[in-house]
């Protein structure tokens, strides 16, 4: 058996903007990052992501750029043809998401 399932708490990296889909739904796409830390450096990774419906609304609202959000969602990647070549970018679909901490609300240096 296997699961496709990812889970973080990291950054916003842009304030929401809501848009529809072509059938009403409402969506919207963003960053998100994470940092790893090791004893001899770290490394910031940015995972685009998307929510739609509730979700999206939920962000939309309460969500702003630099608030700490955790994610809960499956990875997707999407084909697209780009200059006569097909390209492919992975995506987080979210299935949960919450604002753990609003950007006014951590302190210096916290991640």
Do not use: P
């Not at 998307?50 to 990647?77: P, W």
């Amino acid at each position: 058996m296997s699961e496709n399932l990812c889970i973080f708490e990291g950054l916003l990296g842009n304030d929401i903007e809501l848009a529809e889909t072509g059938q009403g739904k409402e969506v919207c796409t963003y960053s998100l990052y994470t940092k790893k830390t090791w004893k001899r450096g770290s490394r910031t990774t940015r995972h685009r992501c998307v929510s739609y419906g509730k979700d999206a609304i939920y962000l939309a609202e309460y969500a702003e750029k630099g608030d700490v959000i955790y994610f809960r969602g499956y990875m997707t990647n999407k084909t697209f043809e780009a200059d006569g070549d097909n390209q492919v970018i992975d995506e987080f679909v979210s299935e949960k998401v919450n604002v753990v901490r609003k950007k006014s609300e951590r302190i210096k240096g916290d991640e």
